[in-house]
Structures are given as structure tokens and as C-alpha cells.
């Protein structure tokens, strides 16, 4: 396993931050949320002056052998075409990108299926879709232990490139029931309430995923973070681990967005906790669980806007909000400067 060196940023600069917001030209307290925000912002930097520079999201994609299990409402040939769709700008996260000049980058980190002449789309893959967890673990631990490295390398060519702020989304047919069984796992709820509809599922075949899951459950041990993503993750969730680790121990701004990818999240600070304190939680989404994963992070998402999509799609539609932070710390008045008294 590679070793990432991930420090909490220094505290002790927490008072000259919050004196700066206080003196800004408001009531204090008034930004609210916003405040909180851009005091995280100041302290990863560790500036004063934060700056947003270069914002790219990784969409990560992957096929998943618990697909034939039955336990999404679409067949697993979906991955591939909406990787095509990625590329091609027609997706959600295209449009939400764009509109905030966000760079994307598509990641095949295991879809079944090449992508022959498509050089748009970033070959890190690792294999045709996992294993059926159902049956046997998804992946092996040196696969799972490539797409960590894969995922970090992949942030370290970003980050060359000068960007600062990086976020992270996924696309891959029946990853919700990787991500449930990984937060049961990591945070020890019962199945029930980490287990959801995924794209859509009726009320009976929620019933049906929740018993396929469980009987994997019974069916092998895992207990260490990485023992858990080989057996029950995917390819595009280990990748993103490794990315998530990679950001933080570059002590970049790192976006968080749905369930799936908060469930990489909560395998990467099992692994190392201070990751947490470079992450920026994008969306509270719909999916069942999600709360109860922000909960147990002690997170407060900037957005809940019910969405249950994926694809980085919240990361990107708060990033507009993330800049405002940004942008009153740098330009906002003080009551210092502008010769006001203040409260
Ligand atoms: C057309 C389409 C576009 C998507 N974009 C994201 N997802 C989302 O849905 C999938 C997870 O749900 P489940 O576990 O129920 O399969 C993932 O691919 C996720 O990114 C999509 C799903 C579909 C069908
Ligand atoms: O929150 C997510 O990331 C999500 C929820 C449902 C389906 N796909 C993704």
C-alpha cells in the first residue's frame, strides 16, 4: 500500500481568520454558513487571501459484477455509454461544468467494454467490470492497491498543472450497493439504513437488493479499510480513495458529492482522518444513507437539493457558492480599512 503524508492544517492561525471575517463590512456572523466555509478555505490554504485556481472534477467510471445480482434498475451496458456521453458533453455533469468553468476529466477505471478511439477518455483501467461480491470478493488486494495508486497518480498530473481545487464523482451501473455495504462496514449502522433505491428501484426490489446484500455480507470477512474495498468496492470508488488521499496530502480544496462518493471518502480517513478536514461537502442527496454518512462525519453539506445522480453533479453545482466564500474574504470591506466602527 503507498503511503500518503496527510498533516492536519496548522490551527494556529484560526484567530487572524476570524478576526477578518468579524471585520468584514456586516453584522457579525452574518454570512453564516459562508463564514464556516471560508474559515476551512483560509486554513487549508493557510492564507488569508484563499484562491480557487484551476477547479477540475474526476469522474471515475466502473463496471460492477453485482450488477447480475439484480440490484439496479438498468443493465450495466449504461456505464459505457454514458462514459461516451462524458466525453461527448451530453451528461449532466457536462452542462453543470461548463456553466461554471470547471474542467472534467473521464476516467475508465474499470468499465467493461474499450473505448477504441475515444481519446478523450483517461485509460487507468483496472479490469472489465469487478467480480460479483455476491459470490466472491470484487476485487484482489493488489488490484484494489493499483487503483488507490492509479487514482493519486491521476491527481498528482492535475495538480502539476496548477490546479488547486479538485473534486470527485462516479459513474458505474449498481455502485450504490458497493457504497451501502462499504458505509455498513465503516460506520457500523445497521444494513437498513445505509441500503436505498439507487436510480429507482420500486419498493420490492428495494427488498430484493437489501437481501442480496445481506447474505454477501455473511459470506466474508472484512474488517481492515482496504480489506473492505476489495472485497465489496469497485474499481472507480478504490481509484477514487486513492485520489481523495493523494488531494489531501497535496493539501488541495477537495470537493465531496453524492453517496458513492462519500463512501470512498469513508474508507480514505478510516485510513488517514485528517483527510477530512480538506474536504468541502458539496450535496446532501437523496439516496438513503447519505445522511446518516455526513452524519457520522460530523459534515454539513453547502446544498440539499434532493438530487440522486452522482457524476459529480453536486460538487459542481456548488462551486459557484465555494467561490463567493472566496471572493468576500478577498474583496469584501473591513470595518478597519474603511474607517467604519464596527459592533
Ligand atoms: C442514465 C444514468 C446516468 C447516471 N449518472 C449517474 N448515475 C448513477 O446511478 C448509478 C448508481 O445507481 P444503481 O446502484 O441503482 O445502479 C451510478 O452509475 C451513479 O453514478 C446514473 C445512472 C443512470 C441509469
Ligand atoms: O448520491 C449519489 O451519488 C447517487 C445516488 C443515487 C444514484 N446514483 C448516485
Known sequence: MIAFNIERPDQSTLDDIQHKIDFKTKPLGALGDLEKLAEKL?????????ALRNPNIIVFAADHGIAESGVSKYPQEV????VLNFVYGGAAINVFSRQHGIELNIVDAGV???????????NQKIAQGTRNFAIEPAMSIADAELAIQKGADLVNQIAAKGCNVIGFGEMGIANTSSASVIMHKITGLPLL??????TGLDDEQ??????????????????????????????EIAQMVGAILQAAANKMILLVDGFITTSALLIAQAIHPAVIDYCIFCHQGDENGHKGMLEYLNAKAILKLNMRLGEGSGVALAYPIIQSAVNFMNEMASFESAGVSSH
Open 42 to 50: 483560509c486554513l487549508i490554504q493557510q492564507t488569508l487571501e484563499p
Open 79 to 82: 456505464t459505457y455509454q454514458m
Open 112 to 122: 467493461k467494454g474499450d473505448f477504441v478511439d475515444v481519446p478523450l477518455v483517461i
Open 193 to 198: 439504513n445505509c441500503v436505498g433505491k439507487g
Open 206 to 235: 428495494l427488498a430484493s437488493k437489501t437481501q442480496v446484500l445481506q447474505n454477501a455480507l455473511a459470506k466474508h470477512v472484512a474488517n481492515s479499510p482496504i480489506e473492505i474495498l476489495n472485497t465489496f468496492g469497485g474499481f
